[in-house]
């Protein structure tokens, strides 16, 4: 019977060794990297104050530092004239920047992202803001909804 028992657990040893301990490892390692790459949500609207600041100031080439520069990209023009033309658009349809409104950060299909509130001289509009896992900006645009 001892014998018995004593395989037993060196079986059982063997079993937690190069089972169960590999899987845990690789679990808190997944656990490690997504915590890294998670991204404050005040760290989302400090991004997006400051982008807003940076195109309303017209220092485009600061602006495009947020953002992933994949999503900018094109053959026709470069991303600060991109950022210029998306800023401007608004400029003529709504006057110029006054302020800012209220904030939240939400997610949506796996990214996350920021609807800040942005009043202009004849109107307000919402602008959505939208974050990959590290922070980067990967897309903008006005909320179909604006008033």
């Known amino acids: ?40 949500p005040y760290d989302l ?29 094109s053959p026709f023009s470069s991303a600060e004239q991109k950022l210029q ?14 302020s800012l409104g209220s904030a939240k950060v939400y997610e949506y299909k796996g990214y996350r992202g920021v609807l800040q509130r942005c009043h202009f001289m004849s109107g307000t509009m919402d602008l959505k803001v939208f974050f990959n896992d590290t922070g980067n900006i990967v897309m903008i645009e006005w909320a179909k909804n604006n008033k």
């Open 85 to 98: 033309s998306f800023w401007q658009d608004v400029i003529i349809s709504h006057g110029s920047f006054v």
């Open 1 to 40: 019977m001892p014998r018995l028992i004593r395989e037993y657990y060196s079986f059982s040893f063997m079993l937690l060794i190069f089972i169960v301990l590999p899987n845990l490892l690789v679990e808190a390692n997944d656990i490690r990297i997504a915590k890294r790459h998670m991204v404050p």
């Open 45 to 73: 609207q400090s991004k997006t104050i400051s982008l807003i600041d940076f195109l309303n100031r017209g220092t485009y080439d600061r602006a495009v530092k947020y953002f992933n520069l994949e999503e900018l990209r």
